[in-house]
Each structure stands twice: as C-alpha cells, then as structure tokens.
C-alpha cells in the first residue's frame, strides 16, 4: 500500500491510529482498534462515480451469516465532483475518487486496513481493460488483504434496486442513457448508453455540447409539453419508445422474460428524468410500453441510492468468494 498522488488526504489516519492508540492504553489493551480504527469495526467502501457527481457511502460488515437489515447501516457518506475519465482526464477522475474515499473513511473514524471490499462502479468502464487498470491502480492505495472490484455505474443502479444481486433490468435515464441487465448465470448485456435522453443522433446542434446540459433542457420540454406543444409532445413519446426500446433489446438478448415472454423480472428505474413530472411521466409511459410486450415485468424505484447499491455488490461479492474459499478448503 503506498499514497497515490496526493498523499497529505491519508494523513488523517495518524490521527485515527492516534485515537487507537489511547483506547488501547486506556484499560481496553485490544490492539484491532490499532488495525480497524477507532472503533475496532470492519467496513466496505462503494463508490457511484458518474459525470455529474461522486458518492462514496462506507457501511460496517454485515456479518453474512445475518440477513441484511433494514434500513442499511451507513457509517459515512461523502460527495465529490465527476470521476468520469471520458469527461475530466484520467488524472482528474483518480484524484476525485481518491478524495471521496478518503472523505468517507475521515467521517467513519476509519483507516484503509479497516477495508474488507470495495466496489467502484463508474461511468467509462465498459470494457475488462477498463477494469484491470482501474483494479491495479486501487491496489496500489488499500492493502493488499482487501477485496477489490469495479464495475459500471449501471451495474450499481441496478443492485440499488435488488439489494445487491445482479439480476434482472435496470433503465436510467439522467445525464445519460442505458439499459443494463444480468442474468442469474452471469450474463450480461446493455443497449443505449450514448448520451442524454433527447438524444443526439445528428438531428440536433448545441453550441454547448456537454450531456449535463443537453439533458437540462428535459424540464424544459416536459413543461412546453405540458403546455400543449405539439412538438415537444412529438419529442416525449419518441424519447419514450427509445427507452421502451432498449429494454426491449436488453431483456430479449438475455432472456429475462423466459421463453413465453411472462416470467417475472425486476426492472430497475433510476434518473431524474423517470421521475413523475406533472402530466408528463416518463417513468410511468416507459413501463406502460414494457409491460404490454413482458406482463411479467416488475418495476422498482429504488429506496436507497447506487452507492449505497454498490457497498451492497461488495458485500455480495466477497460473501461469494469467501463461500467459495471455504469449499475449497
């Protein structure tokens, strides 16, 4: 383990270790509050890193043995600016990820060996080698007992809305566009994932081209919708049947619909642009399109947020490899 870059945003674990320290001296004489903080607790950290913002959330580990409890525990959270390399630059994304992890442990009294998993779900992961120069570059700040895993943004969306288990569809549709599913066996596929849900297939000129500020005009459009714009109407319902459609995409390559379309499935609804808006409802007219093609499907709002979804994957992934540890004992 060694500091990346800016070393001086680990330097609050002296102090912890510090604290530590006077717990041990002070009658407890229990060294683990020397390795875990000043609490003596093991944590998980998960990541949501998009183009708008960044949340780390840390939780406790849940001992697997226990169901998890509702509502989830969670010691600390932190925000931070867009971590998404496409947008800011490798360097610029690795320095906010640093600081928002760094944050959340400062807030929950904890230190980088009080670490058991981390799940980093980020927006421009769409490939293994993404994954591996991502992987390579947390080992070189966490020790090297801790469990590392990365993934895309969506993948966290999505186990935001089934408690951690990547299975079934997830829509979002905010910044940006994508449908992601998984199947229980580990399959996956995505459809969209090009940009703000206007679109921009090259009917459209903005002098500002950047996705945060063409799906800022959604509002806009909604309200001249609203107001009986025809054109604006027109804009809605091809913006709705473009998200009907990749779903569609998603849950037909994967076959989460079984083979007579009616198996039931979750279908994940995240972004801001899903949300009820007066008369117009994105959300509510995408899943009228989806359910009249799968009866089976079942939609979810999520109760809590992606980060909080990705904490979930790491604890899902690492009670799967210690399960798996275990068997090959």
Known sequence: MKRYRNGEIWDFEHDVNMVAAAHCNGGKNDSKFLNYGVNGR???LGIDGGT????CICMPLIPFTQPLPDPLP???RSVAGCSNHNSVGESAA?????QVMADALARSASTRSSVEAVCLSVSGVNHPTDQHRIINWLREIFPSHVRLFVQNDAVAALASGTMGKLHGCVLIAGTGTIAYGFTEDGREARAAGAGPVL????????????????AALVPVVVSCADAGDPVANNILHDAVHELASSVRAVVERLELCGEDGRDPFPLVMVGGVLEANRRWDIGNEVISCISGDFPGVLPIRPKVEPAVGAALLAWNFLMRQRHQEALGR
């Open 199 to 214: 679109g921009d297939w090259g009917r459209w000129t903005y002098a500002d081209p950047s996705w945060a500020r063409i």
């Open 42 to 44: 093991k944590v998980i």
């Open 52 to 55: 708008t913002s960044t949340v």
């Open 74 to 76: 969670v010691l600390a």
């Open 94 to 98: 690795r320095e906010t990820l640093e």
